[in-house]
């Protein structure tokens, strides 16, 4: 454990890091008095009175991000009544931002594509309201589940599915056939082969498939298994009266242009070294496990590419004329803005944009233009990257 000029005592794995980095420890200086951040639940305005009785301090509204408030650092709301019943949301101001600069509309078709534990999941439902669809994607399948669980905390599940899938080569494109949700109500009452409304429990077909998968003694199971995992649908995510062929179906690079995404947000696994939070708890598992599993694999080069591969397939999903989100909770330009510029030399069609609600925003412009950075310094949050593309629209013709 060394003293950082700031004098917290940060990891050595952490000081090394930052110095390979170029980053200057001084940003963390004030990490241990940033507030925690709430966003609250739309419609419990009028709660928020009860809702501070209830943690027992105030809350106090960030005025840059509306629906968001402030408490000091030392506050736990697991297990307040006003958490447990789902008035309020833990995520951090930043990640608020990053959502933001997607400009939600109603009706939008969201892919969210590193999508667990689900605190920026949530909000994009909150902001599409009673039209439209988010789909979720993350590799793990335990945290997707945790996902699946906020979904039903918070009322959200309806006009989303979930699926346990590797985000750089998912392929689904979002169900923009409005006869299908029409034939919904009718199919509910058939039996055709079609989904019917989700139930945790697994049909004895879809274990069975499972099973043999496992087994991959089949060639027709073996490409069932080959799918992504669809976890959780709600009743109007365009899945429900739908068949297999319908959900799982694939299009061409041209056919994207106009049936993919509307919003993509690439909020990609990285080194979390912007959430000294997320830092401290490699004190229970041992700093050698941080140096091992986090910060190698940037050197490495693995999680850069990783990064790249999960930002190009994200912008491959998104329909022309669309908006991508790329962040992650590291400050390293590596993971930033090298990822940017690697993909922007290789995808002719993809141009940064000015995060157009970003006027009062507490952050510093990153090293590429249009590109935004919050630090824990300047911005009184966790350290974010967030940078924002559109796809022109000849991208396929
Ligand atoms: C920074 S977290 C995402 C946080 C999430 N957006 C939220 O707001 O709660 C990164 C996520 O990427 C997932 N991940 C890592 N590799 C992936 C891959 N190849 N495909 C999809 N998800 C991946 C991790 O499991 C992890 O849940």
Known sequence: MANTASNIPLPDAFIDFLEENGLDPGIYTACYSLPRYVRLKPGCDSLIAEIEANIKCEL?????????????????????????????????????AAVMALNISPGDHVLDLCAAPGAKLCMILDLLGDSGSVTGVDIARHRLAACRTMLQKYALSDRCRLFVADGTTFSLTPNRDISISKRCESILEEKVDSFQEWTSKRPWKARKCAAKAREGSSLQFALCSGDPELIFYGRHSGVVGCTREEVYRKFSISDISWCGYDKVLVDAECTHDGSIRHVQKFEYWGWQTLQRRVFEAERTDSLTNLQLKLLSNGFRLLKAGGALIYSTCSLTVSQNEEVVEKFLSENAFAELQEIDTSENWPCKNGQIPKTLRFDPLTSQTSGLFVAKFTKLPSQGK
């Open 60 to 96: 106090n509204p960030v005025v840059w991000l509306s629906n968001f408030f402030s408490l000091p650092p030392d506050i736990k709301i697991a297990n307040s009544l006003a958490y447990k019943e789902g008035k309020i949301y833990g995520i951090d101001a930043a990640s608020g």
